[in-house]
Structures are given as structure tokens and as C-alpha cells.
């Protein structure tokens, strides 16, 4: 089973910015396309972004402009570059293979107003 460990969160104000780190335990980039995803608690999961293995992106619309999705081939990482980040931004960041696999912890996002 692939394992996925995210980092890089934190408590940033709006306006602020972060970079996210998925840590991938295998060198699976070239095979698949990868997600990231955030769920706020309570509510449903919500696909963020994807950096397909040919290297194409695609943004869900609320974060188009702001945040980039990008990785390292040589670290296994797979990275969310996040800026100007709103309070509607505040969320648990989960990154995963398309289709998903297991499920990492998350690294936790908190925007202040």
C-alpha cells in the first residue's frame, strides 16, 4: 500500500501564504495522477487540485489563481503552493493517487480573518 504524509500546515492570516509536502513512500508519479484534497469537519472531502502524471494541472475554480500544484520526482513529494489564502481556505489537506488510495493524517490549515 502506497502511504502519503502530508506537512507544511499551520495558522497563517488572510492574505498569508503556505506550501504544503506530500511525502509519497514510493515512486509512483510517473504512474499516476495526483490529488489534493481538503475536508473542513463534518463536511465532505473536496478535490483541490491534480497534476496528472503527463504534468497537467487543473484547479477547482475557488482556488484557480491562487494555489499551485507541482512535484519533485527525485523526492517523491508532491507540493501545494498556497497563497493569498481567505478563512474559507481553513481545512484539513490531504494529498492521494487518482484514484484514491489509503488515506494519510492530513496536515491542518487555519486562515485568519
Known amino acids: 500500500q502506497v502511504q502519503f504524509v502530508e506537512s507544511g500546515g499551520g495558522l497563517v492570516g488572510s492574505g498569508g501564504s503556505l506550501r504544503l509536502s506530500c511525502v509519497v513512500s514510493?515512486?509512483?508519479?510517473?504512474?499516476?495522477?495526483m490529488d489534493w484534497y481538503r475536508q473542513v469537519p463534518g463536511n465532505q472531502r473536496e478535490w483541490v487540485a491534480r497534476?496528472?502524471?503527463?504534468?497537467?494541472?487543473t484547479y477547482t475554480d475557488s482556488v484557480k489563481g491562487r494555489f499551485t500544484i507541482s512535484r519533485d520526482f527525485a523526492k517523491n513529494t508532491l507540493y501545494l503552493e498556497m497563497k493569498s489564502l481567505k478563512p474559507e481556505d481553513t481545512a484539513i489537506y490531504s494529498c492521494?493517487?487518482?484514484?484514491?488510495?489509503?488515506w494519510g493524517q492530513g496536515t491542518q490549515v487555519t486562515v485568519s480573518s
Open positions: 492521494n493517487t487518482n484514484p484514491p488510495q489509503t
Open positions: 497534476l496528472t502524471s503527463g504534468g497537467s494541472t
Open positions: 514510493e515512486s509512483i508519479f510517473k504512474h499516476w495522477a
